[in-house]
C-alpha cells in the first residue's frame, strides 16, 4: 500500500481528534508514546483500552470501547494498534458511532482488506501499515540523523 506524500500530509493537516484504540499507559509501549507525541503536536488524543478504562492520559479519560467516547468529542481519525483480526470489529463500531469520522489509521503490522474496504465504501480514507507519527516527523521535518524522534530527551546530551 502507498500513499502519496500529498495524501498522507493532509490527513495530518486535517485531523483534530483521534481516538487510539489499544492505548496503553506504559510509556515504553509504542501505542503510548504515539499517542503522547500527536498530543504534543496539538492534537486531541482520547485513549481506548477497557484495561484502563477511567484513568486519565494526556488530559483525556479512557474510554473502554469507541462506543464510550462522548459523542460531542468529534473523532474524526480512530487510529488501530490491535491485532488485524480485532480491525473488523473495530471499523464497524467507528463507522456506527462517529459521524465526522474521516479516516481509520491502522498502525505498522496492521491491515485488513475487508474491513478497509467497509471503511472506504463508507467515504472513509483509510492508511494501512503507517504510524501517523512516524509520517508527521517525516512529512514536517522532525526526522533526527539518528533515526526516529520518539520525544525522549536524554539527559546525557
Not at 2 to 27: F, M, Q, R, W
Not at 85 to 104: G, M
Not at 131 to 150: A, D, H, S, V, W
Request: with cysteine.
Amino acid at each position: 500500500m502507498e500513499y502519496s506524500d500529498a495524501h498522507l500530509s493532509k490527513i495530518l493537516k486535517t485531523t483534530k481528534v483521534i481516538a487510539c484504540v489499544g492505548v496503553s499507559t506504559n510509556p515504553v509501549r509504542p501505542s503510548y508514546y504515539v499517542a503522547r507525541y500527536l498530543t504534543l503536536k496539538g492534537f486531541k488524543v482520547i485513549g481506548v483500552n477497557p484495561g484502563h478504562a477511567g484513568k486519565i492520559l494526556f488530559g483525556q479519560t479512557i474510554a473502554a470501547s469507541l462506543s464510550d467516547i462522548p459523542k460531542d468529542a468529534a473523532v474524526d481519525m480512530v487510529d488501530i494498534f490491535r491485532r488485524p483480526d480485532a480491525v473488523p470489529a473495530i471499523v464497524d463500531e467507528a463507522l456506527s458511532v462517529f459521524p465526522v469520522l474521516r479516516t481509520v489509521w491502522m498502525q505498522i503490522g496492521v491491515t485488513h482488506v475487508a474491513a478497509a474496504s467497509k471503511a472506504e465504501a463508507a467515504g472513509v480514507t483509510v492508511i494501512q501499515d503507517k504510524c501517523p507519527k512516524i509520517e508527521y516527523q517525516r512529512l514536517f521535518g522532525e526526522l533526527r540523523m539518528g533515526g526516529f524522534n520518539t520525544g525522549v530527551i536524554s539527559s546525557k546530551l
